[in-house]
Every structure is written in structure tokens, then in C-alpha cells.
């Protein structure tokens, strides 16, 4: 099975500031995440190509495992 490009931020909170920091996944704060606002700048201007994989979980794995016809 063919996979599109997957891209996985880790969370990785600042413990001392209430929202995360800029490096948190949490679902709420994920919009002040560097990272990610880089990932959709790079989208909106067209240059979505640079964006590289980056796999932080089992979901291959866990996709394996689903009967998908």
C-alpha cells in the first residue's frame, strides 16, 4: 500500500508556561506550534514540496493490521 506523505509533530510541552510552548502537539495549543505554522506556510506558498516526512507514532503499523477492501 502506498502512503502519502505523513508528517507527525512530537509534543514536546514547555512545563512552566500554560500553553505549551512552541513546540507543543497538544490539540487545543498545536496552533502555536513553530513547526506547524512553518508546515502551512510552506503549503500556502507553494512550496509544499519541501515538507519531509517525519513519523513519530505506530500508525504504519496500526494501518497494516486494517482490512481495507
Known amino acids: 500500500m ?3 506523505l505523513l508528517r507527525q509533530l512530537p509534543h ?3 512545563l512552566n508556561m500554560p500553553r505549551g510552548g512552541a513546540n507543543t ?3 487545543v495549543d498545536i496552533l502555536g506550534s513553530t513547526t506547524l505554522n512553518e508546515i502551512i506556510l510552506k503549503v500556502a506558498t507553494g512550496v509544499g514540496h519541501e515538507i519531509e516526512e517525519n513519523v513519530v507514532s505506530r500508525i ?3 494501518t497494516q ?3 481495507w477492501d
Open 2 to 4: 502506498d502512503f502519502p
Open 12 to 14: 514536546r510541552p514547555v
Open 25 to 27: 502537539s497538544d490539540h
Open 60 to 62: 504504519r503499523e496500526y
Open 65 to 67: 493490521r486494517i482490512n
